[in-house]
């Protein structure tokens, strides 16, 4: 079962960008749909955006046009750019295996945190 490693957090201003990454266990990851959530204190984990094998992407409503995700294949990992962060955009964020719908797949990581301050 293929496993992911989220870095990149931090804390930032509102406003400010951060580049989250995922790197994958296994060569495979180049075949799978993979998918950014997230999930706030006292709040359900939520789909962010997704990118499939053959690099089509999706986003949630609330990060379209600030977030960027992306992949390399030769690294084994995916990228998720988010821009102009606002206060909600605080938590801790994951990567996945997705399905069709977007729906994550398998065990999750430890995530990387991100905090916005004013």
């Known amino acids: 079962q293929v496993e992911f490693v989220e870095s990149g957090g931090g804390l930032v201003q509102a406003g400010e960008s951060l580049r989250l990454s995922c790197v994958a266990s296994?060569?495979?990851?180049?075949?799978?749909?993979t998918g950014w959530f997230r999930q706030a204190p006292g709040k359900e984990r939520e789909f962010v955006a997704a990118?499939?094998?053959?690099?089509?992407?999706h986003y949630a409503d609330s990060v379209k046009g600030r977030f960027t995700i992306s992949r390399d294949y030769t690294l084994n990992a995916v990228y998720l750019q988010v821009d102009s962060l606002k206060f909600e955009d605080a938590a801790v964020y994951y990567c996945?295996?997705?399905?069709?719908?977007?729906?994550?797949?398998?065990?999750w990581g430890q995530g990387t945190q991100v905090t916005v301050s004013s």
């Open positions: 996945n295996r997705v399905d069709i719908r977007w729906r994550p797949l398998g065990s």
């Open positions: 296994t060569n495979s990851f180049t075949h799978y749909d």
């Open positions: 990118i499939t094998w053959n690099s089509l992407t």
